[in-house]
């Protein structure tokens, strides 16, 4: 065997082994902690955490901090692209996206709502430049906890009247309602300007996007969701 046929054969082992190195460093580089901004025309923008693993030769997610609770039922990544489908709520939710610059973008679609993301991988030179988000309790959502009065009104259909619990913990909204049957209140989203956008879901149907603002102690707005629509209050209780 000649000398030049094996240092030929050495040059390619080595390639093959820098290759193989360089895609399993490639994977390992996905894993992390994304600070993720989804938007839509329907819901407006509400923020999450997504974490990703690599456990042995599969893809593990978990979406953390959400508005809209939801369960991470599968997840796929093959080179620089993501697929990962959720449930919320009894409604599949479908987010696509691409890699790039250790972050990651894409759309998403869940029902008749979709729109796009964007993740911001926790450490990342990108992440680090971004300014710190501010507290979901401070600014513009002070003085919004507490109970309320509250009615959905479905145009043609009826109405639905319960209590709304908004609670700051943590420095996060969080809402819960009191004798509201198959409608539920699953998130609160509160921007300058008065702008107080709710997410509902009825009978685990959604996320049904209620957007509306606040006037003094009270907010109010319209909705529109598959096809139906109304309108919503929520009066401060004395």
Known sequence: MSKRFMTLTGALLSLVFVMAMSVAAFAQNHEGTYNV???????????????????????AAE????????????????GDTITIVTDA???????????????????????????????EKAGSSAAAAAPAPKPTGGGAAAGIEGSYDFK?????????????????EGGKLVTSVENGGDLNVTGIEVKEGDVTNLTATYQGNG??????????????????????SGTWEAKRKK
């Open 37 to 59: 901004s989804a938007a839509s025309a329907e819901l407006g923008t509400f923020n999450f955490v997504l974490v990703l693993k690599k456990e042995g030769d599969k893809w």
């Open 63 to 78: 979406i953390k901090d959400s508005p809209i609770p939801q369960t991470v039922t599968s997840v796929t990544i093959e």
């Open 89 to 119: 709520g009894g409604t599949p939710v479908n987010i696509k996206g691409k890699f790039a610059s250790g972050n990651v973008s894409g759309d998403w679609n869940a029902g008749d709502a979709k729109g796009t993301w964007k993740g």
């Open 152 to 168: 959905i009104v479905a145009d043609g259909q009826g109405e639905f009247v319960m209590t709304l619990i908004i609670k700051n």
């Open 207 to 228: 996320p049904i996007p209620l957007n509306g603002k606040r006037t003094g102690n009270d907010m109010g707005g319209k909705w529109e969701f598959s096809g139906f």
